[in-house]
């Protein structure tokens, strides 16, 4: 089975920073890459479909991007309320794994 | 709108089985997949498996085959997700989510906890 390793593990950064996360997977799995943001005590929430697109509604200084095995997450200027732990999960064919997570912090 | 209403919290002793339901409305229910994921307290999120819920096929992570069975009923819009054999590694909050692929709107969980 295809492995999804994101990296880092947990993140501080600044209001207002660019914040990048990566996950990679194991093995070439196009485009077919999700990002999923869980805030505490909340369920997860999708973000970014076919690794670089906008679900509706998520806010613009949200981006992703990547094919084949390596992919970023990007913040363009971090806010409070993007406190929470990222998720990326591959979608190409099951098993649908998650990546174990990024959990983003403000300093 | 799309809803995903689950099943209350339990509590269960080691062996045991659960079965947890996910009630949904506001789309046609047999057109989208029902995935399952759980998430272990402080841990991250684990896909269990699917269910087409037109056909009954499902997809299992092999790690839960035999232990896992995932159902729908049609005629009440529900998706079930049965565990069996539990221990206290199954101590976590279960969620359905809809498909078919991408997981865009989840049910609240349920959190299951194996206890003696």
């Known amino acids: 089975d295809i492995q999804m390793t994101q990296s880092p593990s947990s993140l501080s950064a600044s209001v207002g920073d660019r914040v990048t996360i990566t996950c990679r997977a194991s093995?070439?799995?196009?485009?077919?890459l999700a990002w999923y943001q869980q805030k505490p005590g909340k369920v997860p929430k999708l973000l970014i479909y076919a690794a670089s697109t906008l679900q509706s509604g998520v806010p613009s200084r949200f981006s992703g991007s990547g094919s084949g095995t390596d992919f970023t997450l990007t913040i363009s200027s971090l806010q409070p309320e993007d406190v929470a732990t990222y998720y990326c999960?591959?979608?190409?064919?099951?098993?649908?794994?998650f990546g174990q997570g990024t959990k983003l912090e403000i300093k | 709108q799309v809803q995903l209403v689950q099943s209350g919290a339990e509590v269960k002793k080691p062996g045991a089985s659960v079965k947890v339901s996910c009630k949904a409305s506001g789309y046609t229910f047999t057109n989208f997949y029902m995935h399952w994921v759980r998430q272990a307290p402080g841990q991250g999120l684990e896909w269990m498996g699917w269910i087409n819920t037109n056909s009954g096929a499902t997809n299992y992570v092999p790690k839960f085959q035999g232990r896992v069975t995932l159902t729908r009923d049609m005629s009440t819009d529900t998706a079930y997700m049965e565990l069996s054999r539990l221990t206290s590694d199954d101590t976590a909050v279960y969620y359905c989510a809809r498909g078919p692929a991408l997981l865009g709107y989840w049910g609240q969980g349920t959190l299951v906890t194996v206890s003696s």
């Open positions: 093995q070439d799995i196009s485009n077919y």
């Open positions: 999960q591959k979608y190409d064919s099951a098993p649908y794994t």
